[in-house]
C-alpha cells in the first residue's frame, strides 16, 4: 500500500515586506506578457491611414442640428453669466 502526499491547492500568502503591484485595473499583476512592439514603418502606416480617416470625417463639417444646439447652448451660458 502506498501513501500519498497531500496537495495544497491554496495560492501561497503575500508576504508582508514586499509591496503587491497592480496592473492598470487594480487588479494583483501577475507575471506580464513580453512587450511586442511595432516597428516605425508599421507605426507610420497606421498613422497614414487614421488620418486619412478622420480628414474625412473632419471634412464633412458639423451637421446644422448640431451647430444650432452648440449655438443654443451658448446663448444659455451667455445669458446665466
Known amino acids: 500500500m502506498t501513501t500519498t502526499k497531500p496537495v495544497n491547492l491554496q495560492p ?3 508576504s508582508d515586506d514586499k509591496a503587491e503591484t497592480r496592473d492598470d485595473m487594480g487588479k494583483p499583476a501577475t507575471q506580464r506578457r513580453s512587450e511586442v512592439r511595432l516597428g516605425r514603418e508599421v ?4 498613422g497614414q491611414q487614421l488620418r486619412a480617416m478622420y480628414d474625412d470625417v473632419v471634412s ?4 446644422p442640428h ?4 452648440v449655438s443654443r447652448l451658448s446663448e ?3 445669458g446665466a453669466a
Open 12 to 14: 501561497p500568502a503575500p
Open 43 to 46: 507605426q507610420a502606416r497606421i
Open 60 to 63: 464633412q463639417g458639423v451637421p
Open 66 to 69: 448640431i451647430a444650432d444646439l
Open 76 to 78: 444659455q451660458d451667455d
